[in-house]
């Protein structure tokens, strides 16, 4: 094709070593890097945050990172997304796999640097009351919104249906009751 043009090789460079695997299967990885490089990666143990310069600053299992909404271990299933427009990182992972014990455990950061405070919140996962539990989420950001769908399961694990919850991403950065929606 002749409107092709070869570009330049990239050029590395920061270099550090990222989240390491441990005894978690499957990792389900994930990283988000801000405008100026923090990073936060999380996989299915634990999650790190790192400077600029590649400095890993942070590194706590799921259950000392969401401690405060004081449900446990049974933690999974990461997600990290950085928001542009805020300039802030979200980070949502669930707990439970029963209806009972199911929650969407969320993290906004209040700035940039991870390594600052951060609000967290917990959303029941059945939540609709119909007897499932929520897996396999997915997140995004809007302007002003957090979605994250996911797929509802029953106690038997039978998939059920799936869902979308739309969450005010105000209310998350200012640490308020978090305003939010679903689509099932």
Known sequence: NPSRKLINAPILQNNFRGNSRENSIPMDNTMAVSRNGFVVSAINSNIIFAMPDGKITYTKGFADFYKIL??????????????????????????????????????????????????????????????????????????DDLYIAGNMFTSENNYRYSMILQISKTDGYLGESLTWKYYD
Not at 122 to 142: E, H, M, T, Y
């Open 70 to 143: 004081a449900l446990g271990t049974r933690m999974f299933d990461p997600r990290v997304i950085y928001d542009p427009v805020q300039n802030r990182f979200i980070v949502v992972c669930l707990h439970g796999s029963e209806p009972s014990s199911s929650y969407l455990c969320i993290a906004f950061s209040k700035t940039e640097d991870p390594n600052g405070d951060w609000n967290f919140y917990k959303i029941k996962g059945d939540v609709l009351s119909d007897g499932v539990w929520f897996d396999f989420p997915n997140i995004a950001v809007s302007e």
